[in-house]
């Protein structure tokens, strides 16, 4: 009892502390004002948040995007149909292939060429994105356990991640940054004996997950630090416009490739994971089973793909053939004219959308008939869904600010464009 | 499934629909500024509608806008107005979409804000906003998202160049420093 | 003599940052104990997981640590783009970190501001702060990293990094100062 008091006079700085009441002894409470700031290892990409605290709980918070804004519409204008893709790459970079199935699909849509590519082609395509898919749940769901303090299943999905990598780079040519589908089809085949590694990568990528599972998911530590926390329901994601996998684990069952199915989709099956409750916990469930669904979509594709063309070979989007191109100057001029003006898109305005990592990634794109667009307005998830971070994040504590941002899966790319 | 929701629109505000189009399995609306709010309110509360989930809202600018195999009568002429406002939304009951497009002349670029009925606009305006200067009345926090506050100008409109740099902090010793007027004598 | 001690710039400094034998130990410690704060803005971030993940180790160059603090890490990485609004943060991170310190430009990003040519992609990090070594690629392939990660290995040991020789003139300015004030 001496020393709390002589504790409470040091820190008081009073005499009379003995006529203090344990209540007014305490300090009051003040509203502090932290800083998350743009550079934080948490802050997946770059994002602010500027969070006005009481004691440790979030009173207010203010999150600031825009410090990786690198301006994919104004270069969009500026660039030939072709020349955009390298730009999608690099909006959502966990899953690049989705980004540039979607821009090929919205320059598709709006030249009328939407289900009459080949067959092959489309299922190059499917396979290629959901191994994207992969990809980000993979990164989304290791790097927010790091964050938690888990390091190994970190690790052990970078390992699985890395063997997508090194196939990827076999059919596209780089490891990240792909611009491998071209508007038509897609710009190279798949190498050869493609559907033997993948199947190998498949078989070992399901033992990472089943490892990963085992680690987390009766995990008491990580159980308490994600069950409860940032629950949304299901009107809120309706009304925020949330897709994906933050909406299916509020129970909102709305997948665009089921609801409003594009390319092979509707000759595969897979199931829709949904959640119930919405919190941290249920988004890593999804997620993880996604990943799973993945897995068997890839498989079915790769009994199912035919053989063919991987190029539509309309005119007006195709290159001409290169003995062609070598030997005839109508074919030359037209390889000329397309590489330099780029694709003759009709004018007019279309939206495409398909899913995404995140939920519903579309690509709103308006056309003045010349071979550069006129406006290409990207919708991304992940800034839809930053938006409602604020809202999630409110009576928490700053240490759980960590499990919500992470399983947000805010692609910085993707939210500043 | 579209189609029908766009039939019913025009039938039920035939003065505040100006047009519809049904352009690339797209459905389109164009409505009139001052009715959009009444629009919008009745899109989100009609139970045979229910557009409850917004999907993204953008600007067009069609200051350069001369289309290529069309008659000159399209090109944007000073008598048009210079932008568009497009609102997506769709409903996750009737499975069902729309665009909503709102013509916003260049003297007066103001909208009404649809940020209380579906709050995932609140952000999405203030990207508008940011980029093209449309504001928005009843918006609850009208500020700059994507770029700072010193920055002047908003730069997807066709006449910002897309190279201006309005940059905030430079190295001292850069020889050529856009922050620092340039100097006679170099040491 | 007179000291061309108006200027960082690598090539001069060649003529006095001949170190001493003993000074060689500490630059061999500081070489191979790197603790990098990782700035990572995009997608190059990806590919610097990837250096630090099992298959392209950055441990067995003794720089896994990441220390999430300026004041603790010596190594900053400045891992993707640059933008103007960024550039006052990263400019308070560097000038948080305590000397000697060095910096990479991971990605083309950074270094020169890669395919982004507008009105807010910073043409470079070393618009704001002075980098060491740059690595090219977009992303650059893990193995570039290990190779940069070497080159400034390099550069540490021989005292030439930009800290190291700024660091150096100081003392040398502060020298001929108590000489010239001595006669």
């Given at each position: 009892m001496a020393d709390a008091q002589s504790l409470k006079q040091l820190v008081l700085?009073?005499?009379?502390?003995?006529?203090?009441s344990d209540n007014e002894a305490e300090l009051p409470p003040e509203l502090m004002t932290v800083n998350m700031g743009p550079?934080?290892?948490?802050?997946h990409g770059t994002v602010r948040i500027v969070l006005t605290v009481d004691g440790e709980k979030i009173v207010k918070s203010d999150i600031q995007p825009g410090y990786l804004h690198r301006c994919f519409e104004k270069e969009s204008e500026y660039a030939t149909y072709t020349q955009v893709f390298p730009y999608t790459d690099r909006l959502n970079y966990v899953s690049p292939m989705i980004n540039n199935v979607g821009w090929a699909m919205a320059a598709e849509k709006l030249m009328g060429l939407t289900g009459k590519l080949p067959k092959r082609a489309e299922y190059i395509r499917v396979i290629v994105s959901e191994m994207s898919r992969i990809t980000d749940h993979a990164t989304c769901i290791g790097a927010s356990a790091m964050e938690l303090g888990a390091f190994t299943p970190f690790l052990y999905l970078l390992k699985a991640r890395e063997w997508l990598y090194e196939l990827l780079e076999k059919v596209s040519g780089a490891r990240l940054t792909h611009s491998y589908a071209r508007v038509g089809g897609v710009s190279k085949d798949l190498p050869l004996d493609f559907d033997h590694d993948l199947t190998q990568c498949l078989d070992k990528i399901d033992g990472v997950v089943v490892d990963v599972e085992k680690m987390l998911l009766s995990n008491k530590i990580f159980y308490d630090r994600v069950v409860g926390i940032g629950a949304m329901t299901k009107e809120d994601a309706i009304k925020t416009g949330c897709a994906g996998p933050i909406a299916r684990s509020c129970g909102v069952d709305y997948d665009v490739r089921r609801d409003f199915p594009y390319s092979v989709y509707p000759e595969l099956d897979f199931d829709v994971p949904l959640g119930t409750t919405g919190d941290c916990y249920d988004r890593y469930l999804v997620r993880l089973e996604e990943l799973r669904q993945s897995s068997r979509i890839l498989r079915q594709c790769l009994k199912q793909i035919p053989d063919g063309a991987i190029m539509s070979d309309d005119h007006r989007v195709a290159l001409p053939p290169k003995k062609d191109t070598y030997n005839t100057i109508e074919s030359m001029i037209r390889h000329f004219k397309h590489i330099m003006d780029g694709i003759r898109v009709p004018a007019g305005e279309g939206y495409a959308f398909l899913e995404g990592g995140n939920g519903e990634l579309g690509f709103f794109v308006v056309s003045d008939g010349t071979g550069r667009p006129y406006k290409a307005y990207c919708r991304s998830p992940s800034f839809v869904h930053l938006s409602t971070a604020s809202q999630l994040i409110h009576?928490?504590?700053?240490?759980?600010v960590v499990p919500i941002f992470g399983m947000i899966n805010m692609i910085g790319g993707e939210c500043d464009k | 499934m579209s189609k029908q929701a766009l039939d019913a629109l025009a039938a039920k505000f035939p003065s505040a629909v100006a047009r519809t189009g049904s352009a690339n399995s797209d459905e389109i609306a164009w409505i009139k500024r001052d009715d959009l709010l009444a629009v919008a309110t009745w899109l989100r509360d009609d139970p045979a509608m229910a557009f409850d989930s917004p999907v993204f809202c953008t600007c067009i600018d069609w200051l350069d806008y001369r289309p290529v195999g069309r008659p000159p009568s399209e090109h944007w002429n000073e008598s048009k107005p210079r932008f568009t406002v497009c609102y997506q939304l769709r409903s996750v009951a009737k499975k069902h979409r729309i665009r909503l497009e709102i013509e916003v002349p260049e003297n007066d670029p103001r909208l009404p804000s649809l940020a209380d009925l579906w709050p995932a606009f609140d952000w999405q305006e203030r990207e508008t906003f940011d980029m093209y200067g449309i504001r928005f009345d009843g918006h609850p926090d009208l500020r700059r998202i994507y770029l700072y506050e010193e920055f002047v100008g908003y730069?997807?409109?066709?006449?910002?160049?897309?190279?201006k740099r309005q940059p905030l902090v430079r190295r001292d010793d850069l020889p050529i420093n856009p922050l620092r007027p340039l100097k006679k004598e170099h040491h | 003599m007179g000291l061309e001690l108006s200027t960082t710039r690598l090539e001069d400094a060649a003529k006095w940052a001949k170190q001493s034998k003993l000074a060689r130990i500490p630059e061999w410690g500081r070489k191979f104990s790197l603790f990098t704060y990782p700035f990572v803005t995009a997608c190059c971030g990806m590919e610097f997981m990837s250096v630090a993940a099992?298959?392209?180790?950055?441990?067995r160059f003794g720089a896994e640590f990441p220390r999430f603090s300026p004041r603790q890490s010596d190594l900053l990485m400045i891992v993707g783009t640059i933008t103007e609004k960024q550039g006052p943060a990263l400019k308070r991170v560097y000038d948080q970190m305590a000397e000697p310190k060095w910096v990479i430009a991971f990605g083309v990003c950074a270094s020169t501001g890669g395919f982004y040519q507008n009105y807010h992609a910073m043409p470079g990090a070393d618009q704001v702060i002075p980098v060491d070594v740059y690595i090219p690629g977009c992303p650059p392939r893990p193995e570039q990293v290990l190779d940069a990660l070497i080159l400034l290995m390099d550069r540490i040991q021989d005292g030439r990094g930009h800290s190291q020789l700024r660091l150096k003139r100081d003392a040398m300015i502060a020298a001929q100062e108590a000489q010239t004030g001595d006669e």
């Open positions: 700085g009073r005499k009379d502390v003995q006529d203090l550079s934080h290892p948490a802050m009576d928490h504590y700053i240490a759980d | 730069p997807l409109r066709k006449d910002y160049p897309k190279e | 099992p298959k392209y180790d950055i441990a």
